[in-house]
T-cell receptor, first 113, second 113 residues
Framework: DGGITQSPKYLFRKEGQNVTLSCEQNLNHDAMYWYRQDPGQGLRLIYYSQIVNDFQKGDIAEGYSVSREKKESFPLTVTSAQKNPTAFYLC????????????FGPGTRLTVL | AQSVTQPDIHITVSEGASLELRCNYSYGATPYLFWYVQSPGQGLQLLLK????DTLVQGIKGFEAEFKRSQSSFNLRKPSVHWSDAAEYFCAVGAGSNYQLIWGAGTKLIIKP
């Protein structure tokens, strides 16, 4: 079955560490997204990528980095510069147009110890 | 600026009762409108979407939504809720040519037995 996988489901980070969250899709979608979700704030866009080797900052990109070396993969690195990284992170993909349905992975919950 | 407002943070409904979740948007052109549902600790699933045509849209799980241009609203309805409908519901607006969705803050639905 086609879909989006995110790993790990739970991730714990010590202060000052970088961590990388994995997102893989086998839907053959061109566009991929990373969102951050905090209680009561809905989804906030971190980065998105329309095609391989290209990506754009979203509303809250500071302290995060991404890469898009393969169409099916869009890993997110949470760097030590992100001051409040504890949150639920969601990856999504779409076929290539902003008005098309976004399909979501199951999410990764990151906790800073 | 584009925005989406979901006025109700929480709604409590008795099982078997009808449901209406409100969504208001601010957007200059004809919007592309979405409702997603999120079970606790999970990703988001599309319930329904409106692009054009009939303003009453049918979705999965017995949900429907009506687009009212004059009120800038896209309210989600269900005639009879089930305990399994307990979840958080998000309204989103697509801005057309770009690849981003604008998200509401979500409404948490609680079902009373």
């Amino acid at each position: 079955d086609g879909g989006i996988t995110q790993s790990p489901k739970y991730l714990f980070r010590k202060e000052g560490q970088n961590v990388t969250l994995s997102c893989e899709q086998n839907l053959n979608h061109d566009a991929m997204y990373w969102y951050r979700q905090d209680p009561g704030q809905g989804l906030r866009l971190i980065y998105y990528s329309q095609i391989v080797n290209d990506f754009q900052k979203g509303d809250i990109a500071e302290g995060y980095s991404v890469s898009r070396e393969k169409k099916e993969s869009f890993p997110l690195t949470v760097t030590s510069a992100q001051k409040n990284p504890t949150a639920f992170y969601l990856c999504a993909s779409t076929s290539g147009y902003g008005t098309d349905t976004q399909y979501f992975g199951p999410g990764t919950r990151l906790t800073v110890l | 600026a584009q925005s989406v407002t979901q006025p109700d943070i929480h709604i409590t409904v008795s099982e078997g009762a009808s449901l209406e979740l409100r969504c208001n948007y601010s957007y200059g052109a004809t919007p592309y409108l979405f409702w997603y549902v999120q079970s606790p600790g999970q990703g988001l699933q599309l319930l329904l979407k409106y692009f054009s045509g009939d303003t009453l849209v049918q979705g999965i799980k017995g949900f429907e939504a009506e687009f009212k241009r004059s009120q800038s609203s896209f309210n989600l309805r269900k005639p009879s809720v089930h305990w399994s409908d307990a979840a958080e519901y998000f309204c989103a607006v697509g801005a057309g040519s770009n690849y981003q969705l604008i998200w509401g803050a979500g409404t948490k639905l609680i079902i009373k037995p």
